[in-house]
DNA sequence: TTGTAGGCGTTATCAA
DNA sequence: TTGATAACGCCTACAA
């Protein structure tokens, strides 16, 4: 026998649909799909039932404009094409997965600018930022947390909710142990000049430095990339150091690829430590590093949001997580004859180091 | 206690809110963001100073359900560590800002059930789907097709909007690239079996092995990783190839690396050549790879998403890009004495270093 | 336990 | 060129 279930082909099932269907209200169909504990047995059986057949599905967006919830979070990085950044995605959205979260991602391209619309962008579909690195003035980032939860990585504002991964310890660590293969210099390549991290590992270089006796040079770039640590390499090799500390695995990367391309080769003439351990196994020789847990930060990180979306008292929750020195193969003792290898010959056209 | 910067509960501005302080209508000020030509020069000035000073953006969510559009895209991939991947979300996310989409990204680990359960929950907010390197069973793909725009990406599904990387003719030449260099016998390290780039530049090797005269052999990887690819160094160097052709440039660093923790080294007792050219700079030596414009092949399939989303007659269309070899320092003449050279003593577990 | 009615922020349809 | 006003689909006090 034909039912009279009349579905319109156009236009897809309403609320309004299921209730006239079922000949109940709006309010109750509602009921059944979001607080059926509110309703008889019978009520939301009936109910699910017909919008069943009618095919009915709560409309996301209707419900998030209603509600002011959308069920999503945001991850802005300033680099997806960094592994660091490329891991931490991965934690973030498995840990969003099981909390029933769904995940925008936007690179900012490390442009504050670029961020902070973004930002004004997403805030209405979100219920909350994960900001990795953000490069956004602190007044900024201040006026968007007005707004919307956010959780911050790798930066640390008071009553902000962050995430901070403490490598401090461990360069210090990385420079005992290079002081004690006998290095007397070493350069610190740095990362984004303003960012938290860079900082806090700069410094650590530069005490640990003194404590143990070993020259600390710093060598800037303005982005933590591939390219940036090749480029220094000329500059490495003029600066009398014989190790290399790099703010992360990916200038290290570059670094030992410039030095390479110098005709030096890794840990004999230069010994070279990263940072992040996403890439550390990925080099030849593999790179000893300072290790970061970026999966479970981003796991972490989710966890945070939820924690203070639920219970805005932990908001100025500071979580901090731990790094490892792991020892691979690029350090190793400096050149016994004190200076070393030197292979660029005198008067040769890449020799143009000269300020 | 520290400054009080609880910027408190201020609600972000409205449409409302804006049209009060220009004294204008709440039409006009949307107009002044979505329709600008149907206002006056100095009307939609002044609405946009306005906005601007009160911080407001138009609310995405509200917007989405007055028409109808969520304004959001999903990209889906295998893999968001893989380089190609990171870089391919690069060009769709400045593709998508550019024509006011957000997007969503997924990764699916190379799991086809989570593939699956991903589209499905974000089906609800997203106007169209990107699906890079889909594992879907077509027959899959078809049902969210029906209810969702896609687009594939590499992979060739009759009536499907989809974006192709062409490798074969790039295969092709790298092989004859090889066989003059003197190369008798080749590797292919292929990727994902079941994907349709492999399946592409698998039978290209073999077809261009056929004829140049290479012998070729093929390695089987479940997954496209650098790992994998080290793994499969010990067999390499059994096989009695002098070269290797890897499925992306991910393997080709793997198998390097591997290679040379056997003590050999590229491109004197191995020739490699990888492909995407995303990571090819970033080897030592520098990777001889198939260049792919990875950036560029995401906007292109934003562009053509928001063409079928436009004109549905548009699906369907079949876009293929082209790929460069590029010949850097990975790929030279085989070692003249007939066999490679072999640093594994027989029956020895793993040899050290012999230099 | 269920219904009524107002509102979430925009856009779209008419008028003016 | 600009302004009222009704949707858009749902949620949620408040009532019954």
């Known amino acids: 026998m034909e039912e009279k279930i009349v579905k319109s082909v156009d236009r897809a099932p309403t609320i309004s649909d299921v209730a006239r269907q079922a000949k109940v209200s709006r309010a109750t169909v509602s009921r059944a799909f979001g607080q059926p504990h509110l309703l008889s047995r019978e009520m939301v059986a009936h109910v699910r039932a017909i919008a069943e057949r009618l095919g009915y599905v709560p409309n996301h967006t209707a419900r998030a404009l209603s509600t002011g919830k959308a069920g999503n979070l945001a991850l802005l990085v300033p680099d997806i094409t960094n592994p660091f950044f490329a891991s931490l995605m991965r934690g973030v959205q498995s840990k969003a997965?099981?909390?029933?979260?769904?995940?925008?991602?936007?690179d900012s391209d490390e442009n504050p600018d670029l961020e902070d619309v973004l930002i004004a962008k997403l805030a209405a579909q979100v219920d909350g930022f994960i900001l990795a690195s953000p490069r956004l003035p602190k007044k900024t980032l201040l006026q968007h947390a007005g707004r919307r939860v956010c959780v911050l990585i790798n930066r640390d504002i008071p009553n902000f909710a962050r995430i901070l991964v403490d490598g401090a310890k461990s360069y210090e660590q990385a420079v005992e142990h290079l002081a004690r293969?006998?290095?007397?210099?070493?350069?610190?390549?740095?990362?984004?000049?303003?960012?938290?991290?860079?900082?806090?590992?700069?410094?650590a270089v530069l005490a640990a430095g003194m404590r143990y006796g070993v020259k600390i040079i710093q060598f800037a770039t303005d982005r933590p990339?591939?390219?940036?640590?090749?480029?220094?390499?000329?500059?490495?090799?003029?600066?009398?150091?014989?190790?290399?500390?790099?703010?992360?695995?990916?200038?290290?990367?570059?670094?030992?690829?410039?030095?390479?391309?110098?005709?030096?080769?890794?840990?004999?003439?230069?010994?070279?430590?990263?940072?992040?351990?996403v890439l550390a196994t990925r080099t030849y020789p593999p790179l000893t590093s300072i290790a970061i847990d970026c999966?479970?930060?981003?796991?972490?990180?989710?966890?945070?949001?939820?924690?203070?979306m639920h219970d805005k008292s932990s908001s100025g929750k500071r979580i901090v997580l731990p790094t490892d020195l792991v020892i691979r193969a690029t350090t190793a003792k400096p050149r016994p004859v004190g200076r070393a290898y030197h292979p660029l010959m005198p008067g040769s056209p890449k020799q143009t180091k000269s300020e």
């Open 181 to 203: 293969l006998g290095h007397r210099a070493a350069a610190y390549v740095s990362g984004p000049r303003l960012s938290w991290s860079n900082g806090q590992r700069l410094r």
């Open 225 to 277: 990339t591939f390219e940036a640590g090749e480029a220094c390499a000329a500059g490495l090799i003029e600066s009398g150091t014989t190790a290399v500390l790099a703010y992360d695995d990916l200038l290290a990367q570059g670094v030992m690829a410039g030095l390479a391309r110098h005709g030096l080769s890794v840990p004999e003439d230069f010994s070279v430590v990263g940072c992040d351990g």
């Open 97 to 106: 997965l099981s909390t029933q979260y769904a995940t925008f991602l936007a």
């Open 295 to 308: 999966h479970s930060a981003g796991e972490k990180a989710v966890e945070l949001l939820v924690d203070v």
